[in-house]
């Protein structure tokens, strides 16, 4: 592994034991809504299920993923993800396994619950268990991020940046690098429904230069709702419309279950 992918490891290991992230054992996350990309500034303790479909000129590509998250302390959080994806590409033969196995580790560096705010950083792994030769996945990645959000009575506002780095070693020419940032809006209309709206940027900084994405900025908004169905469950769902021509996909639909326990 790189050594940038090792700084950024260890590095909310050193934030979450300073003295300050030990200054208050009894620390209360502020309930914010759940989004369907943004990150959430939020320590949790939750199993999380959610469904990717989309649809491109390409084809069709559907990944299914599990996911736990667990606080290890009061302010830090560590999660794993596995994913399943299958692959219907409209030239070929459809393939389905594995994706690449996620990693995360979050810890809260800030929080007013006068202003009922919180921010959080952290960085995200991503190991290649997936078949690249299958379509699967196969890419070493490194992200780290930083997520805020705010309660403004009955409504949420959140918003997150991240960069991401390509590890793979085998890669011909640069690899690849994306800046994301994103901003998401949930009115809790009541205690068990709350629709919300994301707006989505995705920068490819770095490529090689024979990528269509290189250097453009590909934006995408996604209308969408939450719903409370059970005590400590909630489901999410929306659609993600591109806003430009620089794109992945023609749609993207996005559900998600989560049981707190």
Not at 8 to 30: C, E, T
Not at 62 to 78: C, F, K, N, S, Y
Not at 148 to 154: E, F, K, P, R
């Amino acid at each position: 592994m790189k050594p940038i992918a090792l700084v950024l490891l260890v590095l909310p290991l050193i934030v979450v034991a300073s003295p300050a992230a030990h200054a208050q054992d009894s620390f209360q996350n502020v309930a914010f809504f759940y989004p369907l990309r943004t990150r959430r500034p939020v320590i949790e303790r939750e199993l999380e299920f959610h469904v990717e479909h989309a649809k491109g000129a390409a084809g069709r590509t559907t990944e299914a993923a599990a996911a736990i998250e667990l606080p290890i302390m009061p302010r830090w959080q560590v999660e794993v993800e596995v994913p399943f994806v299958f692959n219907d590409p409209r030239d070929g033969t459809a393939q389905g396994g594995v994706g690449d196995l996620s990693l995360e580790t979050k810890v809260a560096v800030w929080q007013s619950l006068d202003w009922l705010s919180q921010i959080a950083v952290g960085v995200e792994g991503r190991f290649p268990s997936g078949s690249e030769r299958r379509g699967l996945g196969g890419e070493a990645a490194v992200e780290p991020f930083v997520t805020g959000g705010i309660a403004l009575g009955d409504f949420d506002l959140l918003a997150s940046v991240a960069y991401e780095f390509n590890l793979n070693a085998h890669v011909a020419g640069p690899n690849e690098q994306e800046l994301t940032a994103s901003a998401a809006a949930g009115w809790r209309v009541t205690r068990v429904f709350a629709p919300l709206v994301e707006l989505v940027t995705v920068t490819r900084t770095r490529a090689a230069p024979d990528d269509d994405l290189r250097g453009k900025t590909r934006v995408s908004i996604i209308p969408g709702f939450n719903a409370k169905l059970l005590p400590g469950s909630t489901l999410r769902f929306g659609v993600e419309f591109p806003l430009t021509r620089a794109r992945t996909a023609d749609y993207t639909l996005l559900g998600g279950f989560v049981k707190e326990f």
